[in-house]
């Protein structure tokens, strides 16, 4: 046998040497838990399409903000159920809207955790949809277009409102062109030149947001979001809007889905030199609880490797609904 015999194993051969020569590793630094809240009172009602996962009234919700406290998670990004619904989603942007009275609290109980503020109308208005919409009947069937200019006051409405409330992070979700830019302007106009935009800059018209729909009431009332979010098949112009966002004032760029999607991770990580943060959503949660419960997979193995795959792609920030589970994972494998 020829010389030298090239040996990759020798760095393999223990537990010790792997660990020496990780080129990447996942803290629970790296993580983001996204929560649901709601009105009442007592309330902590299991998410069945999402098991594990809770809406929470605000008399409740301290239980679970201590709790990711407690596992050194350093930001939550907040969902909201309103009481009430109408056409422009009034309620996303109120003073005493479900969001901000949430990001007044955690404030007072932790004041050094990160809150997130997911800046939309799709779970405000009775249509579903994630901004304003003309609509009219066709043949016996309500239909209509999303107004994107329209849409931008409201969002902007929206943004303050939550900055104000104390939120750390501004995170629009909305797919409306302009965004990032108008809600950058609102945002200094009203005195938060401080406040940082986490933009959904690539958001994916999914069937990966399934179980999210129950879980926020968002599921659009007629039509789908396909011309506001983005074509599954193209990737290219991942790297289109991503710039326009940069260009805009985005602080940091996300990509959302996460597990189907992770060449656009690794393109936009090669591309911009931002903060890029991977949505791990909801139907890639689902699966694999679903998986488990059956006794197909190894949920802990599982969920680590997926999200180990995410940060190796390049994000920096992961936003996911197995944040508490992977960081008590973390944690018992140091002890």
């Not at 965004?179 to 994916?204: C, N, W």
């Amino acid at each position: 046998m020829t010389f030298p015999i090239v040996r990759h194993r020798r760095l393999r051969q223990s537990a010790a040497i792997r660990g020496m020569v990780r080129e990447t590793v996942i803290m629970a630094d790296d993580f983001v838990q996204p929560i649901f809240v709601t009105y009442g009172s007592n309330v902590k009602n299991e998410i069945s399409s999402m098991p594990g996962v809770f809406h929470f009234s605000l008399d409740r919700l301290q239980e679970e903000v201590k709790e990711i406290v407690d596992l050194g998670i350093p930001a939550v990004l907040l969902f909201g159920i309103p009481e009430q619904k109408d056409s422009v989603g009034t309620s996303a942007f109120v003073e005493t809207g479900i969001v901000q009275e949430a990001t007044r609290l955690i404030k007072s109980w932790y004041p050094d955790l990160l809150v997130v503020a997911d800046t939309c109308l799709c779970e405000f208005t009775d249509h579903g949809h994630c901004g304003m919409v003309h609509t009219i009947e066709r043949d016996g069937h309500v239909c209509g277009d999303v107004l994107n200019d329209e849409s931008l006051e409201l969002l902007v409405k929206t943004a303050v409102s939550q900055a104000q409330a104390g939120a750390d992070i501004i995170a629009p979700s909305n797919m409306m062109d302009g965004f990032v830019q108008a809600i950058r302007h609102g945002l200094d106009e009203a005195g938060y030149t401080h406040v940082p935009i986490m933009s959904y800059s690539v958001k994916y018209a999914s069937a990966f947001y399934g179980p999210f729909r129950e879980a926020a009431d968002s599921a659009p009332q007629f039509g789908d979001r396909k011309t506001y979010q983005m074509d599954p098949a193209n990737a290219r112009e991942a790297l289109r809007e991503a710039e326009t966002d940069v260009l805009e004032g985005a602080d940091m760029l996300m990509v959302k889905p996460a597990l189907a999607y992770m060449d656009v991770i690794r393109m936009l990580r090669d591309e911009f030199d931002l903060p890029i943060v991977a949505y791990n959503v909801s139907g890639e949660y689902s699966m694999v609880k679903a998986a488990a419960q059956q006794g197909w997979i190894n949920e802990r193995a599982i969920v680590s490797e997926m999200l180990l795959g995410m940060k190796r792609a390049g994000a920096d920030i992961i936003i996911t609904y197995f944040a508490k589970d992977a960081a008590r994972w973390l944690r018992e494998g140091r002890n």
